[in-house]
């Protein structure tokens, strides 16, 4: 069963640091999610990117974010100076279009530590 | 805009027993989805069951099922013969196209006791 893949699984950085996160999608699908989980909190959403530019985007989402696809596979999110409150679960999550659009596919996440 | 309200932070059942979890939303929309999303400890998101607004009839995946209210826009899960492995947070989440993301309740841990 195709799935999403995130990596790395953890990643720890210094604060002020410039973190990429990485995530292939399933390769059928059209939509492309960020979402974040502070630990004990709810999921968030974050960003959702369509046809090569964001379709929506929260107040969360702010310059020191982007993300990008690089190529026919891979979707990133960057943070560019890390802050110590940006220490979270980051989950990818990728869907068909259309009608399929609310089915979304979660990755297994990347586990986001600032110090 | 749309909100999940999850009331109950933590619930606890007995093996082989049966649980019911709350979720209510707002929303002015009319066509839209509700799901149920499990985190066990791993905290990878796995979907449970999902509903389509537009069905009258409530969705059910095997031990899982939902009492789907629209018009007191009450979405509750309904855990039967409850397992060891059920045991996780679970997450209501709704749907609509118009902003084409998912909002999420702040989740009840559910324990389950031999």
């Known amino acids: 069963e195709p799935e999403v893949t995130q990596t790395p699984s953890h990643q720890v950085t210094q604060m002020g640091q410039e973190v990429i996160l990485r995530c292939v999608p399933i390769?059928?699908?059209?939509?492309f999610y960020w979402y974040r989980q502070i630990l004990g909190q709810k999921v968030e959403f974050l960003v959702s990117f369509y046809n090569n530019e964001i379709s929506e985007k929260s107040e969360i989402f702010d310059d020191q974010f982007s993300v990008e696809r690089p190529d026919g596979s891979n979707f990133t999110l960057k943070i560019r100076s890390t802050k110590l409150e940006d220490s979270a679960m980051y989950f990818c999550a990728s869907s068909g279009g259309g009608r399929s659009s609310y089915e979304q596919y979660f990755g297994p996440g990347t586990r986001l530590t600032v110090t | 805009a749309q909100t999940v309200t999850q009331s109950q932070p933590e619930m606890s059942v007995q093996e082989a027993e049966t649980v019911t979890l709350s979720c209510t939303y707002d929303t002015s929309e009319s066509d839209y989805y509700l799901f149920w999303y499990k985190q066990p400890p791993s905290r990878q998101m796995i979907l449970v069951i999902r509903?389509?607004?537009?069905?009258?009839q409530n969705a059910t995946e095997n031990r899982f099922s939902v009492n789907f209210q629209k018009a007191a826009k009450s979405f509750s899960l309904k855990i039967s013969d409850s397992q060891l492995g059920d045991a996780a947070m679970y997450f209501c989440a709704y749907w609509t196209g118009g902003g084409n993301k998912l909002t999420f309740g702040t989740g009840t841990q559910l324990k389950v006791e031999l």
């Open positions: 390769s059928n699908h059209l939509y």
């Open positions: 509903q389509e607004a537009y069905k009258q």
